[in-house]
């Protein structure tokens, strides 16, 4: 008798373990549209273009998650969101997913309650000053004025590089990108740090764009990627699996150019991989043409990256470790088997 309500209370929990896991989906589904935090205008990863319509690297991550569940990019609501302002939002429930350059940091994840899905873009922490100063190197940035902005990981990283250089510094911390741009030109700061990839879209906002420079040096690890919040397995899964998608249609040649030839492919990875054997998308809550809704939506990996911040736009950030493993970089995704 114990044995079998033993095994009636496992299967209790299994189940009730199953119905929390796909919360999230069926919540987006019976809403009928995601609901995605960004940030407040970032060109090249998340901003409004001229008519509203959000556009970017990050906001390419939401598109074909809509894509994946609605098979709709457009069926997405863009939440704005400063840097303080984003994980309170998406643990109280305000937004389903966080696509909004974001580093994957333990205590983010241990305190906060969240989950980083994946890495869609390998960053590091640098520093823009004006070509004028003639600096080459931030080994050369003693006593400066140094923004930044509150609630990210660049405060704590700017004290420890400059402590562990023997440099001294005057750190003034602001609450926005745009506060941060003010105030350097308007020469409260004579040093502006972020991310890399941040500092090259902020340059663009600047009056004249040509007279700073972004210097060579990289002193953090910034792995960025979509959060989620913890508790939702099939959510996790989804949204991880939907840059994993990207990533392996790239390395596949599927593109947008090549999505027809490649639901007529003979190739086995193409064939799972655009969903024509084997019930990977069923597996994840949505249709097993999941990868094909993606591709058609916003590109592959490739595709997205060249458009929004890469040389085919007017970020010109170079691919660096960001190209694929297999082209000398190091972006990687497990195989759909």
């Known amino acids: 008798m114990k044995t079998i309500l033993a095994l009636l209370a496992g299967a209790t929990l299994a189940l009730a373990a199953t119905a929390a896991s796909a919360q999230t989906l069926k919540t987006v589904k019976d809403r009928g549209e995601l609901v995605c935090g960004v940030s407040k205008g970032l060109p090249g990863f998340s901003a409004p273009d001229a008519s509203g319509k959000w556009t970017g690297f990050d906001v390419d991550v939401c598109r074909g998650l809509a894509a994946a569940i609605f098979n709709d990019p457009s069926k997405v609501k863009?939440?704005?969101?400063?840097?303080?302002?984003?994980?309170?939002?998406?643990?109280?429930?305000?937004?389903?997913?966080?696509?909004?350059?974001?580093?994957?940091?333990?205590?983010?994840?241990?305190?906060?309650?969240?989950?980083?899905?994946?890495?869609?873009?390998?960053?590091?922490?640098?520093?823009?000053?004006?070509?004028?100063?003639?600096?080459?190197?931030?080994?050369?940035?003693?006593?400066?004025?140094?923004?930044?902005q509150a609630g990210t990981t660049a405060e704590d990283n700017t004290k420890d590089?400059?402590?562990?250089?023997?440099?001294?510094?005057?750190?003034?911390?602001?609450?926005?990108?745009?506060?941060l741009v003010k105030a350097y030109e308007e020469g409260k700061c004579d040093t502006l740090t972020t991310d890399v990839?941040?500092?090259?879209?902020?340059?663009?906002?600047?009056?004249?764009?040509?007279?700073?420079?972004?210097?060579?040096?990289?002193?953090?690890?910034?792995?960025?990627?979509?959060?989620?919040?913890?508790?939702?397995?099939?959510?996790?899964?989804?949204?991880?699996?939907?840059?994993?998608?990207?990533i392996n249609a790239e390395e596949l040649g599927v593109s947008t150019a090549t999505?027809?030839?490649?639901?007529?492919?003979?190739k086995p990875e193409v064939i799972r991989l655009v969903g024509n054997?084997?019930?990977?998308?069923?597996?994840?809550?949505?249709?097993?043409?999941?990868?094909?809704?993606?591709?058609?939506?916003?590109?592959?990996y490739g595709e997205s990256f060249e458009r929004n911040v890469g040389a085919a736009s007017k970020l010109g950030i170079p691919r660096g470790i960001n190209q694929l493993w297999s082209m000398g970089g190091i972006q990687y995704a497990p195989p759909v088997r």
């Open 197 to 246: 990839s941040q500092l090259y879209a902020l340059r663009l906002t600047m009056a004249k764009p040509g007279d700073h420079i972004v210097l060579p040096d990289v002193i953090s690890k910034e792995p960025l990627g979509p959060v989620v919040r913890q508790g939702d397995d099939q959510w996790f899964n989804l949204v991880k699996w939907t840059i994993f998608a990207q």
């Open 78 to 148: 863009f939440v704005p969101l400063s840097a303080d302002e984003r994980f309170p939002a998406l643990s109280k429930g305000e937004i389903d997913v966080l696509s909004r350059n974001s580093t994957w940091t333990l205590e983010r994840e241990a305190k906060l309650g969240l989950l980083f899905t994946a890495i869609n873009y390998y960053d590091g922490q640098g520093f823009l000053v004006r070509d004028a100063r003639k600096v080459t190197s931030a080994l050369e940035l003693d006593k400066s004025k140094v923004c930044v």
């Open 161 to 179: 590089y400059f402590a562990a250089n023997g440099m001294t510094l005057e750190l003034v911390t602001l609450p926005t990108s745009t506060d």
């Open 277 to 300: 054997d084997g019930k990977f998308g069923e597996q994840l809550g949505v249709s097993n043409d999941f990868v094909v809704r993606i591709v058609k939506a916003v590109g592959n």
């Open 259 to 266: 999505i027809d030839a490649a639901l007529a492919s003979k």
